[in-house]
């Protein structure tokens, strides 16, 4: 069993067998264990998007340091925007552009992956962030689309667009959280 945390109510975790959601209203914050995680914590507060909309604070409610404490507790994976302001924040490695970095005296792995290489329609930087053994490698490298996330949204909600998981990367995150203590050595680099 895997725990999906902070996800879209009815979303791209719905569902699936072996796949404990949890959207807004059962407050994942209130995780209790003890299955693996994957961890989508809001972002909106954090990125650099938040800045556009007048704020980049990290006042969340808690809900990035909660998805932090599960995944660090229970093994698994987080996934927030590249150039999180909470990789800061909490002190995790900073993602180089190829593999996965560790620092010393840190639980986790972090690494920098485009979503777009996993099926989203535009670039999608995204920063991960695991805890297991040695995680596994992934796509790594920016895509070369050149389409906009604006242009796709159509007229409609870009921040719509962005929270969207394509299938692809979902079950890449979600075969992280399963393999969280089972994987071999991959593309290392201590920071």
């Keep these: 069993m895997i725990a ?18 949890w959207d807004e209203l059962r407050d994942a914050r209130q995780y209790p264990g003890p299955f693996p995680v994957v961890a989508h914590p809001p972002c909106a507060r954090w ?14 409610g808690g809900c990035f340091e909660s998805a932090l404490a599960a995944v660090r507790t229970y ?6 925007p590249a150039r999180s302001l ?20 840190d639980p986790g792995w ?8 996993y099926g989203f329609p535009t670039r999608k930087p995204t920063w991960l962030y695991f805890v297991g053994d040695v995680p596994p490698p992934m ?5 070369a689309s050149k389409v906009s996330a604006q242009r796709m949204a159509g007229g409609g909600s870009r921040q719509a667009l962005r929270s ?7 079950d890449a995150l979600l075969e992280l959280a399963r393999t969280a203590n089972h994987s071999a050595p991959s593309d290392l680099c201590f920071t």
């Design 164 to 170: 969207r998981t394509p299938p692809a990367f979902r």
């Design 86 to 105: 909470a990789w800061e924040r909490f002190a995790l490695p900073r993602p180089g552009a190829y593999g996965w970095s560790a620092a010393l005296g």
């Design 139 to 143: 796509l790594w490298g920016r895509s």
């Design 4 to 21: 999906a945390l902070y996800v879209e109510s009815g979303g791209a975790y719905y569902g699936l067998e072996g796949v404990d959601p």
């Design 110 to 117: 972090s690494c920098f992956v485009d979503q777009h290489h």
């Design 75 to 80: 093994g698994g994976v987080l996934e927030h």
């Design 47 to 60: 990125s650099i998007l938040g800045s556009c909309r007048g704020y980049r604070d990290g006042l969340d």
